[in-house]
């Protein structure tokens, strides 16, 4: 267990978790004009961030850093 396969994880659902946003982004499934729409992208982006911290401090107590 090292920080390595934590920077892996998220780059790559990182990647995922963008082609998420832009593919229906670019098709027009949802709009930033629409109330609606921009609040589920804030929280879905807020949600990501505040796991990887969260993520990121669990593993960094597991390897004995915190």
């Known amino acids: ?6 920077v892996y994880q998220f780059l790559v659902g990182g990647i995922i978790f ?3 946003f ?3 982004w670019r098709s027009g499934d949802y709009s930033w004009s629409k109330r609606d729409d921009r609040l589920t ?3 879905m982006v807020f949600g990501f961030f505040l796991y990887l ?3 990121t401090l669990w593993h ?3 390897l ?3």
């Open 41 to 43: 992208v804030i929280y």
């Open 1 to 6: 267990m090292n920080i390595g396969s934590l």
């Open 64 to 66: 004995g850093t915190i």
């Open 22 to 24: 832009i593919i229906p």
């Open 60 to 62: 960094l107590s597991a």
């Open 18 to 20: 963008a082609f998420g």
């Open 53 to 55: 911290v969260l993520q």
